[in-house]
Each structure stands twice: as C-alpha cells, then as structure tokens.
C-alpha cells in the first residue's frame, strides 16, 4: 500500500501561482511513477502531469505545457507541482497518484494509489 496525502491547494487569482505537494508513505515511494490528475465539476477526472521514478522524464497534458513543472525527490518521498499563470479553467481538485508503468501513464486507470486531493480554485 502507498498513502498519499496532497496539500498546497488554494485560492488565487488568474495569472497567480500555485505550488501542490504531494506526500507518499507505505512502499518504496522511488519504485513509481508519479502523476497528477484534476477534476472540474461535472467533468471527467484528467490527466494534467506525471513523472518517471528516477525523475528523468516528465510529461504534461497540451493544456498546462509551459506553465506546470512536475517534480519529485525521492530522500523525501514527495511529489510536487508548480502551477504558473493559472487561469480560471485550472480550476478543480487536483489529485496525486501513484503507479507503476514505466514510461508513466497518462491514463487514470493505470494508477494504482490515490489521495484524496486539494482544492484549487482560480477567480477571475
């Protein structure tokens, strides 16, 4: 099992800056992939952003390429997601997740591990 707990989530307005974290615990946190998602209201949950185990390589959604940065450090188990230039469509609950495709998925279906998400909220 892998707990995940998310945090960083907030109010801010459009063209404001973000920062999640996400804080895994349970099984070698370094043996996952790791990956965002988000879910508006009434929409389906989407991938946004995932990242290798080693860190390497990382993969965005077309709608936040140039703006997010995934990251992750091992010695401390957390995956992170930097948000510039929010704008209202960013707004959702994020959620963090684990898996273990190697190159990670961009399908939810494929992660193993879930928290329980962050609020985020961009006004206009």
């Given at each position: ?52 185990w ?46 273990t ?24």
């Amino acid at each position: 099992q892998v707990q995940l707990v998310e945090s960083g989530g907030g109010l801010v307005q459009a063209g404001g800056s973000l920062r999640l974290s996400c804080a895994a615990s349970g099984r070698t946190f370094r043996n996952y992939a790791m990956g965002w998602f988000r879910q508006a209201p009434g929409k389906e949950r989407e991938f946004v952003a995932a990242i290798s185990w080693s860190g390497k390589s990382a993969y965005y959604a077309d709608p936040v390429k140039g703006r997010f940065t995934i990251s992750r450090d091992n010695a401390k188990n957390t995956v992170n997601l930097q948000m510039n230039s929010l704008n209202p469509e960013d707004t959702a609950v994020y959620y963090c997740a684990a898996g273990t495709l190697s190159p990670p998925s961009t399908r939810r279906n494929e992660y193993d591990y879930w928290g329980q998400g962050t609020q985020v909220t961009v006004s206009s």
